[in-house]
């Protein structure tokens, strides 16, 4: 994994939740890890990852302003054995 999609996933499962986080890098973090991803209906995007399947809110603007997406996006992950190094 590059060392951007790294510092993402580094981000998404920090403390304080970070409230910065850009909706095209997370799109750039689950691609690195293989992920499949398709556009649906009303402005989402599925997500299929090792076996597991989630469709989140595509944000209007470029920053992801929902806390609940961003701890939805790292259940997701944690869900999809996705964690980052130690």
Not at 17 to 23: A, D, F, R, T, V
Not at 36 to 47: A, C, N, P, S, T
Not at 50 to 68: A, C
Not at 69 to 86: C, D, M, N, T, W
């Amino acid at each position: 994994m590059s060392h951007k999609p790294d510092h993402v996933l580094r981000a998404l499962f920090s403390h304080p939740i970070p409230m910065n986080l850009k909706w095209r890098d997370v799109v750039h973090l689950f691609e690195s890890l293989g992920a499949d991803l398709e556009v649906v209906h009303g402005g989402r995007e599925k997500i299929r990852l090792n076996g597991q399947e989630q469709t989140f809110h595509i944000p209007h603007g470029k920053m992801i302003d929902s806390r609940d997406e961003i701890v939805q996006i790292k259940h997701f992950l944690e869900s999809a054995g996705v964690r980052p190094a130690s």
